[in-house]
């Protein structure tokens, strides 16, 4: 197809399905025409409750030939293998986060699709959300000066306190970092570039958890990842940072505060759409300034639709596979660095990614 809605479909029915097909369902760029899932009437399910034509097996909806891009909402440990497939099918890829669990099968995915001509994009699209790219845009107006120093902090009690099956979360490729690190260190990258070094500490406070209540209240899950790290990281900009991801507090905090020559900014890293807080330097009382993106409002899923766009237009999605390989190159230097006791370099690279047009999503184009 050269024209009209690209045609989706989603391979995994679990819980945060309902929040991509609740997007794409409603964006005038793509069409879903179909969910799988290895639980195929749960696949089922999901079809039926919004509407979407197809639903079954993987290797089916594979091979529907009006197909254009796989939606891959799959477990972390899968992720290679089902956008290998769906490569292999000739399909354009977005996928969750993170791209894989290591660089060989990220690098796998990524010659796979040059080789056949398709695209790869990737969570987290937080980062496309009103609040953080409006962020990007007062970074690069200059209302904090040059950037400086980046605090960042993601701590609370974990998600076996919440989530309905959390076994996944604690096995490799998840954790506070792999599971919730991505959303920051893209955030990182976006903001100030590529990372030059890492050096983290890790800490694991139990080795086995217990689910504290609801259905599987009592149940005990082994814990194969750090649940509380520390990291510095230097960026090839100049910037240095400091971070911390932990499941391993009863106390909830997020922050992502970027301090500059002429300010300190506290970015929205949270959700898609936030306010900016801005507090000047050089004022004898500098009182705190709050600033509202404009434009409509965004929801996960606007990744792929940003990445339905590139595709019509012929060019990488913003959310780009080369972001996301390096994001997992900066996660995997992390645990390296806390195995090793030191400092450990990043050596891949992507291109700078420019921002969204402040209207995007209400009409304007991309910029």
Do not use: C
């Not at 050269?2 to 097909?21: C, F, K, Q, W």
């Not at 107006?141 to 400086?148: A, F, L, M, N, Y």
Request: charged letters at 15%; aromatic letters at 6%.
């Amino acid at each position: 197809m050269t024209g009209g809605p690209v045609r989706v479909g989603v391979i995994g029915a679990g819980n945060i399905s309902d929040e991509y097909l609740t997007t794409l369902t409603a964006a005038p760029g793509v069409e879903v025409i179909g969910v799988a899932d290895l639980d195929e009437e749960r696949a089922a399910a999901q079809a039926a409750k919004y509407s979407v034509p197809f639903s079954g097996s993987t290797a089916g909806l594979l091979a529907l030939p009006e197909l254009e891009l796989v939606v891959n909402l799959t477990i972390p440990a899968v992720h290679a293998q089902v956008a290998l497939a769906a490569i292999a099918a000739g399909k354009h890829v977005w996928g969750e986060k993170p791209l894989t669990l290591d660089r060989a099968s990220a690098r796998t995915v990524l010659d796979a699709a040059a080789a056949a001509g398709v695209r790869v994009g990737n969570a987290p699209d937080t980062v496309l959300g009103r609040g953080i790219q409006h962020s990007q845009q007062l970074i690069a107006e200059g209302r904090i000066g040059t950037p400086q120093t980046v605090l960042t902090l993601m701590q609370g009690p974990g998600p076996d306190a919440w989530h309905p099956r959390p076994d996944f979360l604690f096995a490799r490729g998840a954790g506070p970092l792999f599971d919730i690190g991505p959303y920051y260190l893209t955030t990182l990258a976006l903001l100030f570039g590529p990372i030059d070094t890492v050096q983290a500490m890790g800490h694991r406070a139990f080795d086995v958890r217990t689910v504290p209540y609801g259905e599987r209240a009592g149940n005990r899950i082994p814990v194969e990842v750090w649940t509380h790290v520390s990291v510095l990281t230097r960026f090839r900009s100049g910037v240095v940072g400091t971070s911390i991801y932990s499941f391993d507090s009863p106390v909830r905090r997020q922050l992502f505060e970027v301090t500059g020559s002429g300010g300190t900014l506290t970015v929205p890293v949270s959700g898609f759409d936030g306010p900016s807080v801005l507090v000047p330097a050089g004022q004898p009382r500098p009182e705190s300034v709050e600033l509202v993106p404009s434009g409509a409002d965004r929801a996960r899923g606007i990744g792929v639709v940003e990445m339905a766009e590139a595709i019509r237009a012929g060019r990488d999605p913003r959310a780009s596979g080369a972001l996301a390989f390096h994001v997992l190159d900066a996660l995997l230097a992390i645990e390296e660095s806390i195995d090793a006791g030191g400092p450990i370099a990043v050596a891949s690279d992507f291109d700078p990614v420019d921002a969204l047009h402040p209207q995007w999503g209400a009409g304007a184009p991309p910029l």
